[in-house]
Every structure is written in C-alpha cells, then in structure tokens.
C-alpha cells in the first residue's frame, strides 16, 4: 500500500465512528420533526414578559397553540417559567405562562430571542389565542428552491 492510499483509508474505528455520526444526525433530525408539532402562525407581535430575576421585551413574527418565539437580546434562562403578554396591535393581549425552552444565538454566541412553551392556559386564553391565529395566514411548511 502507498503513501496516500494508507493515509485516505478509512479504518474500522473511523467507520464506525462514521456511522455513529450518521446515526446522531439522523436522531436528532427526528427530534426536530417531532418537537414541530404544531403550525406556525404569521403575526407580528409585541412580547413582554416577567421571569425569575429579569424583566424582558421583545416582539414575535409568528406563534402557535405550542408557543412562540421572542426575539429579545436578554432573554431569561432556559427553564426558567415566565409569564408573558402577547399583545396584538393596541387592544388585545393574551396573558398567559410558558417555559423558557431553548435560546436561539448569533454566530458570535450572543442571545438573539428565546422559545418559550405555553402552560395551563385557561379556557378563554386557548379562545383568544385561536382567534388570534385565525385571522393569520398559516407559515408555508415548504418553501420554492
């Protein structure tokens, strides 16, 4: 065996860390399809909310029965449970509790929004939310190349 074909073969070691790799990729591709469960909803709107130690502001360009997004450049931490106001124009705003669930960064590492799930809505809070996204057009779930 050659010089460059010694160095170009890959070993059993490095082929089954290939195919471990491979199989992560994949796990966690799954992971994402499943945690999208629900349709987004194109609205913009203003977010404030109230965490553990923070007061934060921040505004939205789409949410969901599951959620929604706050782009803000301090956002609570993960896990912490804040109550937020989802408000719409100058008249409507959903009160209502979520969990910080993942924060979305720059490529420099800074935080540029948070996801946070909804909790425990109340009956008229799941109504105003619906009504809400009702009057919204629905994100495209695929997009022209």
Not at 95 to 114: I, L, S
């Amino acid at each position: 065996m050659g010089a460059v074909e010694q160095f170009s073969a890959v070993s059993p070691a490095e082929a089954a860390e290939m195919r471990d790799a491979e199989a992560a990729e994949a796990a966690r591709i799954e992971e994402a399809i499943a945690f999208r469960r629900t349709t987004r909803h194109e609205l913009e709107v203003a977010v404030s909310g109230v965490g553990e130690d923070n007061f934060f502001m921040g505004f939205s360009e789409n949410l969901s029965d599951g959620g929604v997004f706050v782009a803000t450049m301090c956002p609570p931490e993960v896990g912490v449970t804040v109550d937020l106001a989802v408000t719409v124009g100058q008249d409507q705003s959903l009160f209502v509790r979520g969990e910080v669930r993942w924060h979305r960064t720059n490529d420099a590492g800074e935080p540029t929004g948070c996801g946070v799930q909804f909790h425990s809505m109340s009956p008229e809070q799941e109504r105003l939310l619906t009504s809400l996204m009702n009057r919204t057009e629905k994100e495209p779930l695929f997009y022209d190349a």
